[in-house]
Structure formats: C-alpha cells, structure tokens
C-alpha cells in the first residue's frame, strides 16, 4: 500500500509539476536567426532541469518541525467564520484585489482611505473617530507629497483634486 | 600627502555653505523616502534628478550623494521596525533586526545601523581615498566570467547562511532567477515568458516581489498568527544605549564587514545588496555564538549595515573612475551625470577634480550628519511601532500600494505585488528563505548576461570558468559554501559515533 506522502514530497510534486510546465515554455522559446553559442532558451532550460532536480532532492528530504503549518488551535476555530485566521487572509486579498481594480476609476485618496479604515476595522480596531482621522491624514500626506512635490500622478477619481 | 591635498581641496567645495545644506537635505530626503517601504534609494535617486538640473554638477552630486545614504539608512529602519524592507540592501538588516525590535530592542537596534552605518561609511571614505586607483585596476580585470563566479558565490553565500533547508533555499533562488528573465531579452530581442501579454515585456519589477514576498507576507502571516484582531502587548523601544560589552562586541564585525562591504561594492554589479548578506553571512559563520543570528544578536545588524553603507561607498569607485555604475542604485547617478555633461571616466580626475573630490569630502560630511540626524531622531521613528496593530496593518498595506504603483502606475502590478504577498506567506509556512529569491531576482539578469558574454568570448567553451583564476577560486569558495554545510553534520555524526 502507498504511504502518505508528507509535507515535502507534496511540496516536490507541486514543484515538480511547475517546472515542467516551465521547461515545456522554455522549449518553446524560438531561436536567435543568427547561430550563436548559446541562445536565449539556454538559460530558461537549465534553471527548469535545475529546478526539476532540486524538487526530486526535496522529494527525498525529510520534514522538519518547522516546515509544517500549525494547525488553527479550538480558539481559532471557535470564532465566526468570517474573523478566522484564514478567512483575514482571503478578505483581505480580495479587498486588495478590489483596490486595485477600483483604484482609477474611484482615486487614489477615496479608495486608500476605505480600504486603510475598513480593514482596520476588520481587524479589531474599535476608535473608529481615530481610526477614520489617521486613515485620511496618512492617505493624504502620501497623495500630497507623491503628486506635489515628487510629481508622481496618481489617480484622482471622483474628487476634484 | 597627494590624496591629503586633494581631500583638502574637496572639502574647500563640500563646506561651501549651499553644499552643507544639499548634503543635509539630501540626507534627510534620502531618510524618510528610504523608510517608506517600496521607496528606496534608486527612486529616491531617480526623482532628484530634475532636481539637480539647475544646479552645478558637484553640487547636484553632493545632493544625490547625501540622498543615497539616507535612503540606505532609511531602509534599515523600516527593516528593523516593520520587517519590510524598501531597499534590497538592508534585507539582511532584518533578520536580526526586526527580531531585536519584537524583543523590545528597537531603540538598540537602529542605534547599532546608526552607529554601523557611519563607522562603515567612514571607514570605506578612506580607503576609497588611499586605493581608488589600486582598486579600479583590479575591477577593471574582472569580465564576464569573473562576474559570473561572483554572483554564483553571492547567491550560495545567501542560500548557505539561511538556517533553513539548503534545498528550500536553492529552490527560493532558482525561482528568484526564473523571475528575473522574464521579458525581452536584450541580447536578442526574444521575448520569454511574457505569455502574450504585454505587461511582462519589461519583466517584473524588483519592488512589486520585494514587498510581497517581504511586507505583505509579513501583514497575512501576522493575521494568520491572529494579530490583527487583538491589541498586541506594545514592543517597548528600549534603550538606544549600548554598553561597553556591547560595544565591544560589535567593533569587530563591524570592522571587518566595513572592509568586505567596501571591496564588494568596488566590483560593478555587486553593491550593497551583496555586500550586506555577505558581511551577514560571513559573521554568522565566525560568531561563537551564531546559532541566534536571526533571533536578534547584535553582530546581526552590525555587520549587514556596516557592510552596505561602505559598499555604498564603494560602488562610486567605478564609477567616478571607470564611468561603469556599481549597482542599479549608481546606474542612476551616472544617467544624472551624464545629464549634467559630465562623462565620468579615468580623465575626470584631470578634467573635473572639483566634481571628484567634492564628492568625496560630501561622503564625509553626509556621514557626520547622517548620524547627527538619525541617532535623535531614531525615537520618533520608533514610535511607529507603538500604532496599535490594525491600524498599522492596515497603513502597511497602503505604503507597499503607493510604493508599487507610483512606480509603475500598473494597476496590473497591484495585482502581482498580492500574487508575491500569498507565495511569501507560502514560503514562510512550508520553511522556504525568502532572501535568496529576492536576491536571485537582483542578480538573475546580470548573471546570464555575464554568463552568456563569457561563452560567447570562449567560442562556447565552458571550461572558461575554470581556466581563469580568479574565477575558478569563487565558484571553489561557492562550491564549499554548499557542500559545508551538508558534511559538517555528518562528520559531527561520524564523530559521535566515535
């Protein structure tokens, strides 16, 4: 019967996946109309094959302690859904991802502040008046400074400034 | 008594009061843009450059000169305070650094980089002064290969020191290379790995991975950890003092990174970046005590920050004197002397003394003042760390955006610097380093250049890398600094069982 694999070998198999993906691309890559010692496939094909021995070596590497995630303790399991460890990860990516694809059509200055004040929020941070005032004061500092003096634009949106 | 005079003449320049203010802005500029994470040296560098149109070329370089400091100095801050460390230089500043501050040394810390960063700046003047020209001789004779060996040996150095499986850390490198050639290839004009699109034509910027990997993965990690819903108990700042023992402690490292880091910034393309993991790496390895390298030891953020201030320094050797720019960091200064008319090279010595040597004196009082501001201020910078926690997660996220986008204005980049942030959190929890990749990513392109150079003057032939000396002892250092690590426990094994 197949044993289990542990934390390594799977990681092995990912890795192992990824670069021959890479290697497929690499192989792909065309050649330079003029012969040349070595072209621009080389490098690519050499850090895949180099890559695809390296997950076999890990393949073969026992885990150590370290190496493994801990597993979300009663207390972490014990709260909504929604205030998991995880899931503050996942909302907040999604919130960045929101960001970034709000940020031009809304400005810079409106879309920061929500999202500085509203992951704040989420986070446990209950004085929303100094929540809200630091969120502002911090986001327009850096608009201010990135627009007037280093004369980096960036988006304006829905306000007039 | 020659270099004494000239010195003399450059700080004739470099006192000139218009210039003290320069050097002191510079600085202070240099500073605060270098805290904010994603803003380091070569944006700071690069948005002066309008700035110094106007200005004489000595003075514009005495400004930029000032800037390129602080920003180094304001790197280590955001190191040691956030873990997130704007320029690559000061990666290796927070590794220890940064534990140091969860310990409540915060105050210690940046104290021991001021201190570092001005004894390993001054230190690096004056050698910089005594053997500019003895030096530049032995840049001038490193090709391709030579090049190529040393980045081979940068990034061993970087994968053996981690404490972290030595295959984790060469997978982190490859990876750092793979991403690193993304894009046109400037020698053939293929384009690889952009996959149709052509936002990946130029590649993916150094900062969007660095402040995923880096910043980003240290915010999800933390909310992963359950910090951000909970006031964590305050890191108190602690004592800026440092005691005798201490001191002591860190004079020898600090020493001897200070002359690696000035040597290492000399050779063209190597600069801080390497010179800072290799003072690390090197302190590890001879420290009695460097099992808690990485768990906050003083000679940790010693030697990293004496070794990139004075690879600073050191990468101005080739370019005041060879017009070859050190790092990308120096590219940038010779694109704003270039500006100014100014074609640096083995005659502006003759041509322009007072550009030379003013820049050299400015390096002096840049030091002095770099020290004068920082040590007072290193309080007020540590109070970010008093912010309770969400809201500082929070303006972490909006710096590393600001950061990525205001170089790029890529909303597209936005969304890579997310897709970094969940691989580093990724690395983190499996036990993969994250220096070497950052570092692979530097040095990638430069090495297949070197590489591909080399064999394009061998005719092919691989054996270059051996025939020639200098270059046959790096990759044999390389080699050992691999194979070490992996026959030491054996031996203690061997040796145990008697």
């Given at each position: 019967m197949m044993k289990q694999l542990n934390v390594n070998q799977i990681l092995a198999l990912i890795i192992a996946l990824f670069s021959i993906a890479y290697l497929v691309v690499a192989f792909q890559i065309p050649t330079f109309p003029l012969p040349r010692p070595i072209d621009s496939d080389l490098f690519p094909k050499v850090l895949g094959f180099t890559l695809l021995g390296l997950a076999g070596l890990l393949f073969l590497e026992k885990p150590k302690t370290q190496d493994i995630p801990d597993t979300p303790g009663p207390e972490a399991l014990a709260q909504p859904l929604l205030l998991r460890p995880w899931s503050r990860v996942v909302i907040t990516s999604l919130a960045i991802a929101a960001y970034a694809l709000l940020m031009v059509p809304v400005g810079f200055v409106v879309a920061s502040t929500v999202l500085a004040f509203g992951l704040a929020w989420y986070y446990g941070y209950r004085r929303h008046g100094v929540n809200l005032a630091t969120s502002i004061g911090v986001v327009l500092a850096l608009y201010l400074t990135m627009?007037?003096?280093?004369?980096v634009y960036l988006p304006t949106g829905i306000l007039p400034i | 008594m020659e270099a004494f005079n000239n010195l003399m003449f450059g700080f004739g320049i470099a006192l000139e009061p218009m210039n003290i203010a320069y050097v002191f802005g510079g600085v202070f500029a240099g500073t605060i843009i270098g805290m904010l994470?994603?803003?380091?040296p070569i944006s700071a560098l690069a948005l002066m450059i309008p700035v110094t149109f106007a200005m004489e070329p000595s003075s514009g370089l005495i400004l930029m000169a000032g800037v390129y400091y602080g920003a180094i100095f304001g790197g280590s801050s955001s190191s040691i305070l956030l873990n997130a460390p704007g320029v690559a230089g000061t990666v290796a500043t927070s590794f220890d650094g940064y534990p140091m501050a969860k310990q409540g040394m915060a105050g210690k810390a940046l104290a021991i980089a001021a201190y570092a960063s001005f004894i390993g700046g001054t230190i690096s003047i004056v050698f910089l002064m005594m053997v500019a020209p003895l030096l530049s001789r032995v840049a001038v004779a490193f090709g391709p290969t030579e090049y190529f060996a040393l980045m081979v040996l940068g990034l061993t150095a970087v994968v053996s020191l981690s404490d972290k499986s030595l295959v984790k850390g060469l997978i982190a490198a490859v990876v750092g290379v793979m991403i690193s050639i993304i894009?046109?290839?400037?020698?053939?004009g293929t384009v690889r790995f952009a996959f149709g699109t052509t936002h990946l034509l130029d590649g993916i910027d150094f900062l969007v991975v660095a402040l995923g990997i880096f910043a980003l993965a240290e915010v999800f990690y933390i909310l992963l950890r359950g910090g951000g819903g909970k006031e964590q108990p305050r890191n108190a700042i602690g004592s800026l003092k440092l005691t005798r023992k201490e001191a002591g402690e860190i004079a020898g490292p600090i020493g001897r990174s200070s002359v690696l880091g000035f040597f290492t910034g000399v050779l063209?393309?190597?600069?801080?970046t390497i010179g800072s993991f290799l003072g690390y790496s090197m302190e590890k390895r001879i420290a009695?005590?460097?099992?808690?390298?990485?768990?906050?030891?003083?000679k940790g953020v010693a030697a990293p920050e004496a070794a990139n201030n004075a690879a600073c320094t050191g990468s101005f050797v080739p370019l005041l004197t060879l017009g070859v720019p050190g790092s990308g960091t120096t590219a940038v200064l010779l694109g704003a002397l270039l500006v100014m008319g100014i074609t640096p090279g083995p005659a502006m010595l003759a041509d322009r003394p007072d550009v030379f040597w003013g820049v050299i004196a400015s390096m002096y009082i840049g030091n002095i003042m770099l020290l004068v501001l920082n040590l007072p201020l290193i309080p007020y910078i540590a109070?970010?760390?008093?912010?309770p926690r969400p809201l500082l997660l929070s303006l972490i996220l909006i710096f590393c955006m600001v950061g990525v986008y205001g170089m790029s204005f890529s909303v597209i980049d936005l969304l890579f610097l997310l897709g970094f942030g969940l691989l580093g959190l990724g690395m983190r929890l499996f036990g993969f380093p994250a220096a070497p990749l950052i570092l692979a990513l530097i040095l990638g392109d430069i090495m297949e250049e070197s590489m591909r150079r080399a064999l394009q003057i061998s005719g092919g032939d691989w054996m270059v890398f051996i025939d020639k000396p200098i270059s046959m002892w790096l990759l044999i250092i390389a080699s050992l600094s691999l194979i070490l690590p992996v026959v030491k426990p054996l031996l203690q094994k061997l040796r145990a069982r008697g």
């Open positions: 627009t007037r003096i280093m004369d | 994470p994603g803003l380091g894009g046109i290839d400037l020698q053939t063209p393309g190597a600069g801080a009695k005590d460097g099992d808690t390298f990485g768990k906050g030891n003083i109070k970010i760390l008093e912010m």
